[in-house]
């Protein structure tokens, strides 16, 4: 066995255990649920932002009556 196949299989044993410790910290759907939370939250967002400049701008219809 030369040294080149000793280094490609140790590679390789390496990229097993780290696949295995990640497989172990992060749940198989933390990447979905994460994007959905953050597209939920930009939703709310934009309708709060939206609700306040509408609330803002009926404060200033009724402040010129």
Sequence with gaps: VSQ???TV???QEV???LQEQLKGMLP???LPK???LMAW???AGVLIF???HISGIGIKLLAKN
């Design 50 to 52: 939206g609700g306040s």
């Design 9 to 11: 299989d140790l590679q």
């Design 41 to 43: 939250s930009i939703g």
């Design 15 to 17: 990229e097993k255990m």
């Design 28 to 30: 198989a759907d933390f």
């Design 4 to 6: 080149k196949d000793k």
């Design 34 to 36: 994460i994007l959905n």
